[in-house]
Every structure is written in C-alpha cells, then in structure tokens.
Nanobody
Framework: QVQLVESGGGLVQPGGSLRLSCAAS????????MFWYRQIPGKQREVIAH???????YYADSVKGRFTISRDNAKNTVYLQMGGLKPEDTAVYYC??????????????WGQGTQVTVSS
C-alpha cells in the first residue's frame, strides 16, 4: 500500500512564498508522474503543475512563472515552490502520484490535502 503525506501549507501574506512537500511511502517499485492540484471551495479540483519521471514540467496559466514543481526521486517526494502568492491562490492543495506498487501494480494515489491561505 502507498501513502502520500503532504506538508508545508499555512497562512501567508500576499506576495509571500511557501513550499509544499509531498512524500510517498510504502511498497513502491517506481513513481512516474507527479502532480499538484488545488481546490477552491465550490469549484472543481484543478491540476496546476505536473512533472514527469524525466523531469519535464507543465504549469497551468494561473501559476506559470510563480510556482515551480520539482521532485527528489531518492526521497519519493514532490515539491511545489510557490511565490508571488495572491489571495486567489487560497485553496486546499493536493498532490497526486502515479505509482507502480510492488504488490498491486500501477495506481494513482492522493495526498490528504493541505490548506494554503493568502491573506493580509
């Protein structure tokens, strides 16, 4: 079984920065793509950043140039460095990984979510 644990959310002033982390543990054989999503109350969860196993990245227009996704394969961890934060970035942030589990094959796993609030 694979578990993802997120950390790093919190309250930050507009223009500030935060770094989110998401670490996977369990019977992992390999991790392919890693994603960050966010969900604003009353809206659908949306993907904001994606990094492939080869390190290629994708960003939603709403965060491009302000957020950076990265991964540490040795630690089974994905990061989201957020800068230039705006009140409209306030949301619950979720990580997702596509994992080949040593016992159950391929699957997608989600973190528990972490609240990011941007407010003065």
């Amino acid at each position: 079984q694979v578990q993802l644990v997120e950390s790093g959310g919190g309250l930050v002033q507009p223009g500030g920065s935060l770094r989110l982390s998401c670490a996977a543990s369990g019977s992992i054989f390999s991790i392919y793509a890693m994603f960050w999503y966010r969900q604003i109350p009353g809206k659908q969860r949306e993907v904001i950043a994606h990094i492939t196993s080869g390190g290629s990245t994708y960003y939603a227009d709403s965060v491009k140039g302000r957020f950076t996704i990265s991964r540490d394969n040795a630690k089974n961890t994905v990061y989201l460095q957020m800068g230039g934060l705006k009140p409209e970035d306030t949301a619950v942030y979720y990580c997702k990984m596509v994992v080949r589990d040593a016992t159950q094959g391929m699957g997608s796993y989600w973190g528990q979510g972490t609240q990011v609030t941007v407010s003065s």
